[in-house]
């Protein structure tokens, strides 16, 4: 008997298999099914009354959609970062898929390979304009409830020396991630672990209404102030981890997870670029309870309103 793939027409239905077996038209679909879920608006105008140009000789491209009242043209891609790509839309969905998929993430030399890209640096740039559509996707209003806050240091490995110190003191770049017990999560680099870096941070993404919950280091003090649940710590210095119901082990569990992903995906991740691996892991963190067509599908929806030119991401 002959087999039949089945027909999906959502990623949130489709598994990997599947994703990789989309045709050109396909993949346009879906990316048309994502952005214009109540049917297909006029980017220019905003106005539904649109027709598709038959691409009948080759000076046509594909996907051409004519607006009747501003009579401009457009593609799925207009307007998101996949416009002006050299890339196919079967390439970008399932490059889409493939980041959102994986926990750790995936490296550019991984998605060249799979996608079969000509070049290391086109695979490096579509990676970088997925993160920017992921990045795109921040958390509604501030974290609530119960917040855990911790800091950790990013960045090579560090050598197995006596010299070597690791942590505080090091030339690593601290990162900060306040997460939600059982929800979301913000993480971002910050420039010095500090009382009054810490401390900013925590008032710009926490509800005032919320708990704080940190380990024992000092310049935590103080914060619980301005929080209707205070300040509670756990004393890790004499090896305390839970006490009842504080614990900062999601925070550290979301530190567990993305330094697994910086080392044994990216290898080595510069300074400059580390806030964009922030967002990436904080999004597939605030996607988690999603299948991996869903999240995908959360991350194209990021995608629309957004230009990224290969130089401004270099610099
Ligand atoms: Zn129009």
């Known amino acids: 008997m002959k087999f039949m793939p089945p027909k999906f027409t959502k990623l949130e239905d489709m598994a990997s298999i599947d994703v990789g077996r989309l045709t050109e038209d396909e993949a346009r679909a879906v990316l048309e099914g994502i952005r214009w879920p109540k049917g297909i608006a006029c980017p220019h105008c905003g106005s539904m009354r649109v027709k598709r140009i038959e691409a009948k000789s080759e000076k046509v491209r594909d996907g051409v959609i004519q607006c009747n009242d501003c009579k401009g043209q457009f593609t799925v891609t207009v307007g998101t970062i996949m416009h002006r790509s050299h890339i196919t839309l079967r390439q970008w969905v399932q490059a889409f898929y493939s980041m959102c998929s994986h926990k750790k993430s995936v490296s550019a030399l991984q998605l060249q390979r799979n996608l079969g890209l000509h070049t290391y640096r086109a695979a490096w740039f579509l990676a970088h304009r997925i993160r920017a559509a992921m990045a795109g996707k921040t958390l509604a209003g501030m974290l609530h409830g119960d917040v855990q806050v911790d800091e950790t240091y990013i960045g090579g490995k560090p050598k197995r020396s006596p010299n070597n110190k690791r942590g505080r003191g090091t030339k690593k770049t601290p990162v900060m991630v306040l997460v939600e017990r059982n929800g979301d999560a913000v993480s971002k680099p910050i420039e010095r672990v500090d009382a009054d870096t810490l401390q900013t941070a925590i008032r710009e993404n926490v509800d005032q209404q919320s708990t704080i919950m940190t380990d024992d280091l000092r310049c935590y003090s103080g914060v619980g102030q301005e929080f209707a649940g205070?300040?509670?710590?756990?004393?890790?210095?004499?090896?305390?981890?839970?006490?009842?119901?504080?614990?900062?082990?999601?925070?550290?569990?979301?530190?567990?997870?993305?330094?697994?992903?910086?080392?044994?995906?990216?290898?080595?991740?510069?300074?400059?670029?580390?806030?964009?691996?922030?967002?990436?892991?904080?999004?597939?963190?605030?996607?988690?309870?999603?299948?991996?067509?869903?999240?995908?599908?959360?991350?194209?929806?990021?995608?629309?309103?957004?230009?990224?030119?290969?130089?401004?991401?270099?610099?």
Do not use: P
Request: proline share 0%; glycine share 10%; aromatic share 10%.
């Open 230 to 315: 205070g300040h509670l710590s756990v004393n890790h210095s004499t090896g305390e981890y839970v006490r009842g119901n504080v614990t900062t082990n999601t925070a550290e569990s979301y530190f567990a997870l993305m330094k697994r992903g910086v080392h044994g995906t990216y290898h080595h991740i510069s300074k400059h670029h580390l806030d964009k691996y922030c967002q990436e892991f904080a999004f597939r963190w605030n996607h988690r309870k999603v299948n991996d067509g869903a999240r995908a599908e959360a991350a194209i929806m990021g995608a629309e309103g957004k230009r990224l030119t290969y130089k401004k991401t270099v610099c």
